[in-house]
């Protein structure tokens, strides 16, 4: 289904994100993590679909640093996809680099169409991952690769994971045990599926960032989101912290190949 889906990250949420994680950014780590997600992948003269790209950094990123011969990011939010295209511009990257506006699979993609599915910060936020994993399979050459890092339901958690103060109304966070999440990929033909828990990384990456914006970017988000707007950040950041120290949350990166 390929319409607009109700505003979940409006331009000052986009701006908080990518104060903490730099331009074109806005999931936890920035380029670092990309590299942490890809380790030991050769994205070499590959074409990538990017599900969740929001304003295309990864997917400039996946181009210049990691090889990629193209990417086409997916989303959801049509000015999201319209900053990314005016920075693909700017960076040189139109002809590589391109956007496509659409809420739920089926994806409007064709069968063996990429060698790669990558998505990262993103899945949380679709709710029905059969369907999602299914078509990922559909859109894979036989061989390709998915390739992701999302937020997944930890072992701590009870009832549905609220999040206050995200500066979005009506956020979807549909996060998914990793047992179901393994099932819906292993029903969906995925073969070889690895899932490491980083929650102990992005528990330490969690508390840098929050010293970060106590210190270095306090003046700034102060200036850019008000006081107000900036003790709900902080309120924001320290319920990520208690999420993953109690473990009711678990970030994970996940590698499959469609058999
Ligand atoms: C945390 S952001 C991550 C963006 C990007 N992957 C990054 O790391 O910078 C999550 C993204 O998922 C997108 N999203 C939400 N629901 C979606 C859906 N149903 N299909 C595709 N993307 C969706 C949001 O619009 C947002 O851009």
Known sequence: MCEAAPLQYPEETVARLEMLWGKGFMSVGGPEE?????DG???????VLDIGCGIGGVDFLLVSEHGAASVLGLDVEPHLLELGRERAATAGLSDQVTFLLCASPPYPLGDRSFDVVFSKGAILHIPDKA??????????????????????????????IKIENFGASGII??????????????????????????????????????EKMKGPLRDLAQKMLGAEGYEDWIALQVGTVERLAARSVQPTHIRATRG
Not at 41 to 47: F, G, H, M, S
Not at 149 to 157: K, P
Not at 201 to 206: I, N
């Open 34 to 38: 990309v590299s942490a997600i890809l």
């Open 41 to 47: 992948v050769n994205l070499k003269n590959l074409n």
């Open 131 to 160: 369907l999602l994993f299914y078509d990922a399979a559909r859109i894979l050459k036989p061989g390709g690769l998915f390739i992701a890092s999302d937020w997944l339901r930890g072992g701590a958690s009870i009832g549905d």
């Open 173 to 210: 966070l549909e996060a998914t045990p990793p047992h179901e999440m393994e099932k819906a990929m292993r029903d969906a033909g995925f073969t070889s599926i690895v899932m490491t828990d980083q929650t102990d990384r992005y528990l330490d990456g969690a508390r840098r960032d929050l």
